[in-house]
């Protein structure tokens, strides 16, 4: 049995914050599991790792916890955020503290590939 969840969170757009919670909540419920659990955003949903972007998106219209919220009760619990390279390009280096590392298409295809490790996408 795999003892590593990765997350690549990819296709979730901040636009449409309704799908941010369920990634972020998921690998919580993981750490608390005591899994090993990454996080990866790269694409339209690395914005998120943008300082100032995740603060202001709310799951649920009239909920008091942000997004951010979601992110920090995950890196709390033991999640290790990343986020891809090429959205630097994209968003910028101004990034929540809660990122650990930066890192590349290869190491998400390493991982992914690794035995130990299951991957969901979002």
């Given at each position: 049995m795999a003892d590593k969840l990765m997350i690549v969170m990819v296709n979730t757009d901040p636009n449409n914050p309704s799908e941010l919670g369920a990634p972020f909540f998921q690998a919580t419920?993981?750490?608390?599991?005591?899994?090993?659990?990454?996080?990866?955003m790269t694409g339209r949903a690395g914005e998120l790792?943008?300082?100032?972007?995740?603060?202001n998106l709310f799951v649920q219209e009239g909920s008091s916890k942000s997004v951010y919220d979601f992110i920090k009760?995950?890196?709390?619990?033991?999640?290790?955020m990343k986020v891809c390279t090429p959205t630097l390009d994209l968003w910028g280096n101004d990034l929540?503290?809660?990122?650990?590392?930066?890192?590349?298409?290869?190491?998400v295809i390493?991982?992914?590939?690794?035995?130990?490790?299951?991957?969901?996408n979002y």
């Open positions: 419920v993981a750490a608390a599991m005591e899994y090993d659990v990454e996080v990866v790792a943008k300082k100032g972007v995740a603060e009760d995950a890196h709390e619990a033991g999640v290790v929540i503290d809660e990122v650990d590392e930066t890192v590349g298409g290869a190491y390493s991982e992914a590939m690794d035995d130990d490790t299951v991957t969901f």
